[in-house]
């Protein structure tokens, strides 16, 4: 009874963490979201391909995704996961 859950249950913990990021990053305003994106697809996910100044803003925006929250939430995501399949001390 090693995979209880089967496909089912990836798809499930799937969808959680998938709704987990959509609610974290809906938190932030839609004009900073957008901002965000901007910058990573100008740099082309390069920080040191920005000027000082945009580098900064996009430091200052991701900051206020805090990151580590949704870290959190994720972890707990996992967890809750890891125990309901039974792995719990292996």
């Not at 799937?14 to 901002?35: C, D, G, K, N, Y």
């Amino acid at each position: 009874m090693r995979r209880r859950f089967g496909v089912l249950g990836g798809a499930v913990t799937v969808w959680q963490v998938a709704m987990a990021v959509r609610e974290h990053w809906q938190s932030l305003p839609r004009a900073q979201r957008q901002r965000v994106v901007d910058l990573a697809s100008r740099s082309r996910l390069r920080p040191a391909s920005l000027s000082a100044a945009e580098r900064a803003e996009l430091r200052g925006l991701l900051a206020e995704l805090q990151l580590p929250i949704l870290g959190r939430r994720l972890a707990g995501i996992a967890v809750a996961k890891r125990r309901q399949s039974g792995r719990r001390g292996r």
